[in-house]
């Protein structure tokens, strides 16, 4: 008989769905009641109730945990176990950790913990206000992975662990990430919610102020930006970290960081700040150096009269000095079923409604737990009161019996016990009847008597039992609670300036044939700076490192790059690649320096060809293509674009071959064949955006391109330059006149024209 066919797409849908939802509900997310994902609630049930290891017990080696969760409850790696225990005893991971470790436990340096076999452990004691009440039957069991012992669905958390410390994760399909929060400000709220059952978020907020993460720092946002994001239970924390300034002999200052973002590496920041002085894009600062010890010290030396403002700015602005916290406040919350919970993105306001009336169920469980005991014992008293009414009669009962059982029989019949309390009496010692004992049993019949009028009376009213848990919240306060460390700064943030750490100074900016740029302090001679085998001298600029450089490229694109991000090096450069986004066989068409006024430097005029001339923001500048296709156009040349913006839209084999700033009324074109045309600069198309243009001047065949072409005024000159190198001068009115897209005159008749440029 053929097995069933299974078709393979719902097959695999089926085994991925199981899939997300094991990592969901039994890896990533964790609950909203204890604020726990598995893993962390088996550690913390291991360490106590498999171990022993309460707050004030004797540590033991990290491994024999590990062992212990993994042999019994987590059927994972040892690696992950370990991770996530390691995790819970770092002060700067967890505001509160609740793990207690000795040993190297990692740094805010990024330095990993020692491995688990020199590391030991024990129980935090903010711990046991998680684990309390798990004696009393307040949450509900499940079966471990082999079946062969019980482990907790929740663990009875007295303290609001998902806000506290807060929890990130990746499941499938969704994540989490929760800020930790001040236990002094959360019990403050809950408190506030027990008090006004309908308190919704903004209420909340007058409690919680915001985000206290473990390693200090400042909070940006306004009071309207934090509302936002714990209402919809989504959004953005801006921190930064916080510094000090500190005066020293002789009228130097130097800069105290003293807190960094959450889950910034210490020690990475130090070298991305030490990067930045060394090659002097923070000229205000001279040196730095990390002095941190259990408190984050690290000092920034400040050049004399240099601002402490500007350059914590730089820093905030180009460092994990500043991060963003992304705020996800996804969890699993209760479901009919008490063994799985379902995913859901809560505001503030409902994730301690659930904590609260998750309280409400423990505490009720436990005031059942403690009626049903007292229940229990009260009627084992009755029964010892029962027979010391008439002791004698009951020895003479047991006496007489042939066995055990005939003894238990004749016992219940005679005081009318049932088969409990027979147990308990025939199992009690004879001394504990006699007089002395049986008035310690009545008084504690009495006491529990009392106590269990109390209970039923506390379990038939409610707000009794909302009594108990503010009293336990505030008494959490009281010996937890400790002062908020992240600060509010309510959107102060520092004014940036990127001109301010440039160090003005004048420079020559190199372009090879290659595409390869650098920049140096001076250049005697161009035909002495360094270039790669085989590659030549494109343009030569002078400028300064507060100037811009506008970069045209063959297809049509423009780029605007700082000239003090060109690096500065006397070797070959780096290609224009690494610092403005060319697609694949693009090149560079044209360079200029971008100048609010267009005057050229000293030496620009004299050496020719080689030196570009200048642009102007706001002017309009002249496009040609190889095929002869052009345009009039302003760009905009105010704001870097690394990424590139088109300015001409070049069809498949054709290229940008010339850009040119608009000097005058006459277009000049040139093939490379040597003709020439001059036409009227009205005729040229002037476009706003990106496109083709119009024809300025057609080749002569498909051997033939155009080289150049320049608006000039009628009485300037021109040079034209050979492909052999040779220059022949030409005064504009010499270039033939004709119409627009015309193949125009043979004016060089020797070689091939390379290029044009305008005679100064």
Known sequence: MSEPVTDLKVAAEERYLNYALSVITSRALPDVRDGLKPVQRRILYAMAENLGLAAGSKPRKSAAVVGEVLGKYHPHGDAAAYEAMVRMAQPFALRYPLVHGEGNFGSLDGDRAAAMRYTEVRLARIAEALLGDLDNDTVPFRSTYDATRDEPVVLPAAVPQLLMNGSTGIAVGMATNIPP?????????????????????????????GPDFPTG?????????????????????????????????????????????????????????????????????????DESTDDVRIVLELAGGASAELAMAYLYKHTELSTTFNVNLTCLVPTPNPLVGQP????????????????????????????????????????????????DRALRIIRGAESRADAAAKLGAAFRLDAVQVDAILEIRLYQLARLEISRIQKERKEKRERHAEIRDLLSKPKRR????????????????????????????????????????????????????????ELRDPA???????????????????????????????YVLPVSEVPA???????????????????????????????????????????????????????????????????????????????????????????????????VCAAARGKMLRFPIDEVAALSGAGKGVYLMRPGDDEDRIVGALALPKTAGLVVVTEEGGERKLSVEEVPEGKRAGKGQKVVKRGRIASLRAQE
């Open 344 to 391: 859901a993105r809560l505001s503030l306001a409902e994730i301690c409604r659930h904590f609260l009336d998750f309280r409400l169920e423990i505490v009720t469980r436990r005031l059942e737990h403690e009626k049903r005991t007292l229940e229990a014992r009260l009627h084992l008293l009755d029964g010892f009161a029962k027979v010391h009414a008439d002791l």
């Open 217 to 289: 720092g400042e909070i940006l946002n306004t009071r309207a930006e934090l509302r936002a994001l714990y209402e919809s239970g989504q959004g953005a924390i801006r921190l930064r970290g916080q510094y000090e300034l500190e005066s020293l002999p002789r009228g130097r200052r130097q800069i105290v960081v003293t807190s960094i973002p959450y889950a910034a590496n210490k020690a990475a920041l130090v070298e991305a700040i030490a990067e930045r002085v060394i090659s002097r894009k923070l000229p205000q600062v001279l040196d730095v150096r």
């Open 569 to 667: 090096t006397t070797g070959y450069g780096e290609p224009i690649q690494s610092l403005i986004k060319l697609a694949d066989n693009e090149r560079l068409a044209r360079v200029f320096v971008v100048r609010a006024e267009g005057r050229a430097r000293e030496g620009e005029k004299a050496q020719g060809e080689l030196f570009t001339p200048t642009a102007v923001e706001g002017e309009s500048y002249l496009l040609v293509t190889a095929r002869g296709f052009g345009f009039r156009f302003t760009p905009d040349l105010s704001e870097t674009t690394r990424a590139g913006r088109k300015v001409a839209r070049v069809a498949t084999g054709d290229a940008v071959v010339s850009v040119a700033p608009v000097r005058g009324k006459q277009v």
């Open 466 to 521: 909302w009594a108990m848990i503010r009293e336990e919240l505030e008494s959490a306060r009281r010996q937890y609670g400790d002062a908020r460390r992240t600060m509010i700064a309510r959107g102060e943030e520092v004014a940036y300036d990127p001109d301010a750490y440039i160090v003005h100074e004048d420079t020559t900016v190199i372009v090879s044939r290659d595409g390869w740029v650098k920049r140096v302090r």
């Open 181 to 209: 929060h001040n236990l002094a400000e959360l019990t403050d709220a809950l408190v506030a919610m027990i008090d006004e059952p309908g308190a919704d978020t903004k209420a909340l907020l007058k409690f919680v102020k």
């Open 528 to 558: 002495s700076t360094r270039l790669r085998e085989g590659d030549a001298l494109f343009q030569v600029l002078c400028a300064t490192t507060r100037e811009r450089l506008a970069l045209f490229t063959t297809f049509g694109g423009l």
